[in-house]
């Protein structure tokens, strides 16, 4: 079946440094991928997503690339901030109908200042 | 306001005791899902619902059951808690089809003790 592998935890920067968290992905078809971010004390949000391969999806300041050559998903951002300390979780569509989100096991993430 | 609304926020049961969690949307989403969330799994599939008393097991329906009896309410049950259960859910909710965004509450941390 689908799924999704993600850089594991935790990881800790300091502001102001590049932050990538890969994401690898198998399905037989043509998923939508998703990046999701979840702060201390709610549910996750979406933070974008991209339809199509080889197009890019970007959301304050994070973005990633849809490779479908390499099944591959990367979260980056170039210059980190305290408040994006959160978990950051990889997803896709599921292939076989149902509807489904299948997740990541999630990044957690912490910014020093 | 787009919202999914979760409760209680916290719960504590002991084991073998019946729980009921609660969930509503206001958005008219035709999807609905019960995830729970554990420490390096990521988010599970429990259940998913398509709509009102159309309902399928997800990736861990051992020892759950779901209600959906009005679009905007869909019901988690556990009969007879088990410690191994211990956890937080979480619903969320999107529009029918492939997801395009799945919205999710603050979810419910549930203690069987």
């Known amino acids: 079946g689908d799924s999704v592998t993600q850089t594991e935890g935790p990881v800790t920067l300091s502001e102001g440094t590049s932050l990538t968290v890969n994401c690898s992905y198998e399905t037989k078809q043509y998923p939508t991928l998703f990046w999701y971010v979840q702060y201390p004390g709610e549910g996750p949000q979406l933070l974008f997503k991209v339809p199509k391969a080889n197009e890019k999806g970007s959301n304050r300041g994070f973005e990633a690339t849809y490779n479908k050559e390499a099944t591959s998903f990367h979260l980056q951002k170039a210059s980190v901030q305290e408040s994006d300390s959160a978990v950051y979780y990889c997803a896709l569509s599921d292939s076989s109908g149902s509807w489904q989100l299948i997740f990541g096991s999630g990044t957690q993430l912490t910014v020093m200042p | 306001d787009m919202k999914v609304t979760q409760m209680p926020r916290y719960l504590i049961k002991r084991m073998g005791e019946n729980v009921l969690l609660e969930c509503g949307q206001d958005m008219s989403h035709e999807t609905m899902y019960w995830y729970r969330q554990d420490p390096g799994l990521g988010l599970q599939l429990i259940y998913i619902s398509y709509d009102v008393d159309s309902n399928s097991e997800g990736d861990i329906p051992k020892g759950y059951r779901v209600s959906r009896k009005k679009r905007e309410h869909f019901s988690l049950i556990l009969d007879s808690a088990k410690t191994n259960q211990t956890s937080v859910y979480f619903c969320?909710?999107?529009?029918?089809?492939?997801?395009?965004?799945?919205?999710f509450g603050k979810g419910t941390r549930l203690t069987v003790v």
């Open positions: 969320a909710s999107s529009w029918g089809g492939p997801p395009t965004e799945v919205f």
